[in-house]
């Protein structure tokens, strides 16, 4: 996606630019680690070893995810511990409130959480520079290991009907607090707004092009549902 709306795209030596890069970073870092404790946990419900091995395998990329993250905040110059931990309350509270409570529940939380946040995330790339860029988009291919997914859920329903109705009311329910969450991150970080939202020397979003970015991803996550099976 092109930085649409800046003309001058902001660098790394921008300091609000970069405080911004550091606080997107250190979101993400903290996300991706706490998706493999979450999915690290969540195998253990898993109701067969080759269902185990699937998890577990998908916890293991977040975490290749979350090192690629961390050293690029030491190649900065940060710690990259103290730039997580503004974030941590706000994923514990996610978790808190949207934990699964069987194995299903946990892939279906995976599989739509991680695609919302890849969504987000990619809006908030088009923004970044291209190193920045870069980092961020790798950081979100492949960990929803979606073919797995999609047949064990479809496969589950297929088995047994009325678990669709319920893993849907659980997806509305994962939607809801996952644009909560990230409405509340922006809001709430300065330096991480001004590189989505922009400043006086480099526009980026308006409030109405805000608004069509959580309509797109609204939409996204439709799509990803009903290919689930599931009503979103």
Same mark, same amino acid.
């Given at each position: ?16 630019? %970069? ?37 577990? !395998? ?11 993250? %961390? ?17 941590? !309350? ?17 892939? &279906?939380? !995976? ?24 980092? &961020? ?12 997914? $999609? ?11 009325? $678990?669709?109705? %319920? ?52 939409? !996204? ?12």
């Amino acid at each position: 996606m092109a930085s649409k709306g800046r003309s001058t795209p902001f660098t790394i030596d921008d300091p609000v630019y %970069r405080t911004g890069v550091i606080e997107l970073l250190g979101l993400l870092a903290y996300g991706e680690m706490s998706a493999f404790e979450r999915l690290s946990e969540d195998a253990k419900m898993a109701p067969d070893l080759p269902t185990k091995v699937e998890i577990v !395998a998908m916890a293991t990329g977040e975490f290749g995810h979350f090192l690629l993250l %961390r050293d690029r905040l030491s190649e900065l110059g940060e710690d990259p511990y103290e730039s997580m931990a503004p974030f941590a !309350a706000t994923f514990e509270r996610f978790h808190r409130q949207t934990a699964p409570s069987d194995w299903l529940e946990g892939l &279906v939380k !995976a599989y739509v959480g991680d695609g919302l946040a890849a969504d987000f995330y990619r809006e908030i790339a088009a923004y970044l520079d291209a190193e920045t860029r870069a980092l &961020v988009l790798d950081t979100l291919s492949g960990t929803g290991n979606s073919d797995f997914v $999609v047949g064990a859920v479809c496969g589950a329903i297929a088995s047994e009907p009325r $678990v669709g109705g %319920r893993l849907a009311l659980w997806g509305r329910r994962l939607m809801g607090e996952a644009l909560s969450q990230a409405q509340m991150v922006v809001a709430e970080r300065d330096a991480l707004s001004v590189v989505l939202v922009g400043g006086v020397d480099h526009p980026g979003m308006d409030l109405a092009g805000i608004g069509r970015m959580f309509t797109r991803i609204t939409e !996204a996550h439709a799509k990803r549902m009903a290919k689930l099976g599931l009503a979103a």
